[in-house]
């Protein structure tokens, strides 16, 4: 049960800098990035072609991938995301479902189909682990995947909190045209939120190819995972996304611990407990508080019929 | 024309293929035309659609398509000959895009505009199901491999007992019953404790083995651990590595979905597992040589099932190749270490020839099918025999037991030598079995 707790929780790790990203982007923005989770990939692939073709470290590698995904992120708010913004909720939801697409095929063209794995190429870090107690063992990358989710969830607090962008960010997401009428440059602030989520995403990818396999195809399953993060944590909320990761992950550890079939099962089910729970919250919240809400049916149903007639 | 067909489905068109393209349209065109009345009178050809996955998730599977096509055309250029008239061969090629809606499609396409006499498909069931379903419904007459024979069957609604349901598809390859009889030799080469720690998925093909092979392994005296069917995806298996560890599980077998085996192993290691078993035999994962790339050191020694290797002893009458020509063509064209699916997909070729060959007439749909029935061909994963198969429609080959290890020498990271053939006793051996030993 304690192993479990504690491998659910550094999993949790990994989902929170999966997540992060997405959190960002609408928190700031107001934008369903459907592509996020292909983006991930696209990061992965970046740091493999940094190591296999480019020579270097898995390190340096991956500090290098950050900037360009960066730049990639900017680029795409500046071309694709702002241009969809203002058309309603379902532009940017097909846009990002065809990037999702193309960056699919693209990276199927560039890389083929075959599995890779940045694993091998950091040697046993990939599979050694710390002896605990109680015959409970750490895996050392886990470990350090959960160390650098919680070291840039706190870098972005900072830069968040202390800096002039992120003072920006912060006003542009609680009110856009405040912002704007105090002289903060909505769209320039899009641009870094996106910048900032896609090298989160391209991170978060090279991760997931340290522990795992990746595919030009993998991306989507990790956006559910982020998006049931996100979820759980509050969408917008920065620790929410941390908080929201590790239940996600313990969730799924204690529930394979209650049947093997249970892990992602138990992973849904709490997903979908917080959506319903904030959604009754909100709609509690539109009918003045949980008591009134639980009465609702009553005082609201005759209003109702009344209005239905001519 | 067949070279169209073949270029319009590959996704990378580089300089090198249109300058090859290009030479083999002069080449075909400076044939005297005495020497092509075949491929001129469209009544004296042969056209067999050749369906598999060339792009997508699965289109590893097809990548040696181009390099055996070449051979097949080159060798097949006289033609085939039945009875007393000899036919021309076209091969259309078709590309499910790893997608068996798309799979069912593109056969429907080739039967209703290519009018192909004949259709060939392979790898996975996700592949091979659909397209036999579009033949069995239109009356195409269909061979198919590399697909565990009971998915193909059972899974298209054949029932146990009952005569065939299906007219017009056939099928060869290996299934349960192959595995039953491989690992229990394979298991008997390194001394264990016999416990054998299973790791199936809830999909199509980890039930199917829980309820087929594991009450076979029990019977071979084989004490199985089973923690329980769990999904796809799932990224902390601490619940099942503790299982085995408590058990004591010196045997660790798996039918996982691929990717979910490295994210299973490494943690394996890190819990101590991997330090513990001595036997990894994996199926499904460990087909091809990236895949124990990706995993580096911790792949050293891992066990498996082959269902075609570069050493076998024989030789693809299509193509004109032995097994090691068959590897080493692959290996220089598409310059990656050779894969079991290329030598399988010679194989399809192989008996289709001899299928068309034994017909009566291979313009009429029903001599064929019939010839089909009664196939026995040599191919280049051995006798394909269906006279003596397990159900109608289905013809079993065999596995051979190999083991992933560290490569002597270049220039690949990875050697598979031949350590069992109990289910497959006309391969040699190449090697001797090892206990799995972490990083080799």
Same mark, same amino acid.
């Given at each position: 049960m304690l192993d479990a707790l504690i491998q659910g929780i550094l999993l949790g790790g990994y989902y929170a800098i999966l997540a992060a990203g997405l959190s960002l982007m609408f928190g700031v923005v107001r934008f369903i990035n459907l592509a996020h989770g292909d983006l991930a990939i696209l990061g992965a692939y970046l740091v493999l072609f940094g190591v296999e073709i480019l020579g270097l470290s898995p390190l340096a590698a991956v500090l290098a991938m950050l900037p360009v995904m960066a730049l990639a992120g900017w680029i795409m708010q500046r071309l694709l995301f702002a241009r969809a913004l203002g058309s309603g909720v379902l532009l940017p939801l097909l846009v990002t479902f065809g990037l999702g697409?193309?960056?699919?095929?693209?990276?199927?063209?560039?890389?083929?189909?075959?599995?890779?794995s940045l694993g091998n190429h950091i040697g046993s870090l990939s599979w050694s682990s710390w002896q605990m107690p109680f015959g409970i063992s750490l895996g050392k990358l886990p470990v350090i995947t959960f160390a650098v989710a919680v070291a840039a969830l706190v870098a972005l607090q900072l830069m968040l909190s202390f800096t002039k962008i992120g003072r920006?960010?912060?006003?542009?997401?609680?009110? $856009?045209?405040?912002?704007?009428?105090?002289?903060?440059?909505?769209?320039?602030?899009?641009?870094? +939120?996106?910048? @900032?989520?896609?090298? !989160?995403?391209?991170?978060a990818g090279a991760f997931l190819a340290m522990r795992a396999l990746i595919n030009p195809y993998a991306g989507p399953t990790q956006l559910i995972f982020?998006?049931?993060?996100?979820?759980?944590?509050?969408?917008?909320?920065?620790?929410? =996304?941390?908080?929201?990761?590790?239940?996600?992950?313990?969730?799924?550890?204690?529930?394979?611990?209650?049947?093997?079939?249970?892990?992602?099962?138990?992973?849904?089910?709490v997903f979908l407990g917080v959506l319903g729970a904030r959604l009754y919250a909100a709609h509690a919240h539109h009918h003045g508080g949980w008591r009134a809400a639980l009465k609702l049916p009553r005082t609201v149903q005759p209003r109702a019929v009344e209005e239905d007639l001519p | 024309m067949s070279t169209d067909k073949t270029r319009t489905n590959t996704n990378t068109f580089t300089r090198r293929d249109f300058v090859r393209l290009a030479g083999g349209a002069a080449a075909i065109l400076g044939v005297p035309a005495t020497a092509r009345p075949a491929i001129a009178q469209g009544d004296d050809v042969i056209r067999v659609g050749f369906i598999g996955s060339r792009s997508g998730p699965l289109g590893v599977f097809g990548e040696g398509d181009p390099f055996l096509v070449d051979k097949f055309n080159a060798n097949m250029a006289d033609g085939v000959q039945v009875g007393d008239k000899r036919y021309g061969i076209q091969l259309i090629l078709g590309d499910t895009q790893s997608d068996p809606v798309r799979a069912s499609q593109v056969a429907k396409d080739m039967i209703n505009s290519d009018h192909v006499d004949m259709m060939l498909t392979s790898a996975t069931p996700e592949n091979v199901n659909p397209v036999a379903d579009a033949c069995e419904a239109a009356g195409v007459p269909c061979l198919s491999t590399t697909a565990p024979w009971e998915s193909f069957y059972f899974g298209r609604g054949a029932k146990p007992g009952q005569?065939? $349901?299906?007219?017009? %598809?056939?099928?060869?390859?290996?299934?349960?019953?192959n595995f039953a009889t491989l690992y229990a030799d394979q298991w008997s080469l390194v001394e264990t404790n016999r416990k054998v720690g299973v790791l199936l998925p809830n999909d199509a093909d980890g039930n199917a083995i829980r309820g087929l092979l594991l009450p076979e392994l029990?019977?071979?005296?084989?004490?199985?651990?089973?923690?329980? $069917?769990?999904?796809?995806? =799932?990224?902390?298996?601490?619940?099942? @590595?503790?299982?085995?560890?408590?058990?004591g599980c010196e045997i660790f077998n798996t039918f996982p979905f691929p990717p979910d085996f490295p994210v299973f192993w490494?943690?394996?290691?890190?819990?101590?597992?991997?330090?513990?078993?001595?036997?990894?035999?994996?199926?499904?994962?460990?087909?091809?040589?990236?895949?124990?790339?990706?995993?580096?050191?911790?792949?050293?020694? !891992?066990?498996?099932?082959?269902?075609?290797?570069?050493?076998?002893?024989?030789?693809?009458?299509?193509?004109?190749?032995?097994?090691?020509?068959?590897?080493?063509?692959?290996?220089?064209?598409?310059?990656?270490?050779?894969?079991?699916?290329?030598?399988a997909n010679a194989s399809l070729?192989?008996? +289709?020839?001899?299928? !068309?060959? %034994?017909?009566?007439? *291979?313009?009429?749909? +029903?001599?064929?099918?019939?010839?089909?029935?009664?196939?026995?061909?040599? %191919?280049?994963?051995?006798?394909?025999?269906?006279?003596?198969? *397990?159900? $109608?429609?289905?013809? %079993?080959?065999?596995?051979?037991?190999?083991?992933?290890?560290?490569a002597a020498q270049g220039p690949w990271e990875f050697d598979l030598p031949i350590v069992s053939n109990a289910d497959h006793a006309a391969v040699p051996l190449t090697g001797k079995m090892t206990p799995y030993v972490l990083q080799g």
């Open positions: 697409a193309v960056l699919q095929n693209t990276m199927f063209g560039l890389f083929g189909s075959d599995t890779r920006a960010i912060r006003a542009t997401s609680s009110d $856009p045209e405040a912002a704007e009428l105090s002289g903060v440059n909505a769209r320039k602030v899009h641009r870094a +939120a996106a910048a @900032i989520a896609v090298a !989160l995403a391209g991170l982020a998006f049931e993060a996100v979820v759980i944590g509050g969408i917008g909320s920065l620790w929410g =996304t941390l908080a929201g990761g590790i239940v996600l992950g313990v969730a799924q550890s204690l529930g394979s611990t209650f049947s093997a079939q249970w892990f992602q099962l138990a992973g849904h089910l | 005569p065939s $349901p299906f007219k017009w %598809t056939y099928h060869f390859c290996f299934g349960v019953g029990e019977k071979a005296g084989f004490t199985i651990v089973d923690p329980g $069917p769990y999904e796809n995806g =799932t990224a902390d298996f601490s619940t099942q @590595i503790n299982a085995f560890k408590q058990e490494r943690q394996a290691a890190q819990k101590g597992f991997a330090q513990q078993a001595k036997i990894v035999q994996m199926a499904k994962a460990g087909l091809f040589a990236a895949e124990l790339e990706a995993m580096g050191a911790l792949g050293f020694g !891992l066990h498996a099932g082959a269902y075609w290797h570069k050493d076998f002893p024989f030789t693809s009458s299509s193509t004109g190749l032995t097994c090691n020509e068959i590897a080493a063509g692959y290996e220089a064209s598409v310059k990656k270490q050779w894969n079991q699916q290329v030598g070729l192989d008996a +289709a020839i001899a299928g !068309l060959a %034994t017909s009566d007439n *291979p313009k009429d749909k +029903a001599a064929l099918a019939a010839a089909l029935s009664t196939l026995k061909a040599e %191919t280049a994963v051995g006798l394909v025999d269906f006279t003596s198969g *397990p159900v $109608p429609n289905c013809a %079993t080959t065999g596995l051979v037991g190999v083991q992933w290890v560290k």
